[in-house]
């Protein structure tokens, strides 16, 4: 049975915390993650608006595309801005997830 959801996600790093990452190999979360309890993702359709909110006026983000079958069970959709299904991953992040990088 398909998925109604999209394979991939992205997460939208700044330039420390993709180096920590990089590092680690795994992403722990940025603090808004660590409070809220799960690591926030947007589906492609939601990026633009997620980069708009969140990081206006920000240099050197780096966009990560995060396969979501990798992290299996630790996906959920859930209703956030707008009343839409964000992707949420409620594990670590590991670097063998990241299928491709875009700098911004």
Known sequence: MDS????T????LTAEQW???????VFRGA?????DGYIHLSAAD??????????????DLVIA?????VLG????????????LFPHC???LPMGAVLKLERR
């Open 46 to 59: 939601q990026l633009q608006g997620t980069l708009d909110k969140h990081f206006a006026g920000q240099q």
């Open 65 to 69: 595309e995060v396969d979501l079958s």
């Open 9 to 12: 996600a992205f997460k939208i």
């Open 31 to 35: 603090p808004v993650d660590l409070a």
């Open 73 to 84: 069970e630790a996906i959920r959709w859930e209703v956030s801005r707008g009343n839409a």
């Open 90 to 92: 409620y594990a670590d």
């Open 4 to 7: 109604p959801h999209p394979a």
């Open 19 to 25: 180096a920590q990452f990089d590092a680690d190999g």
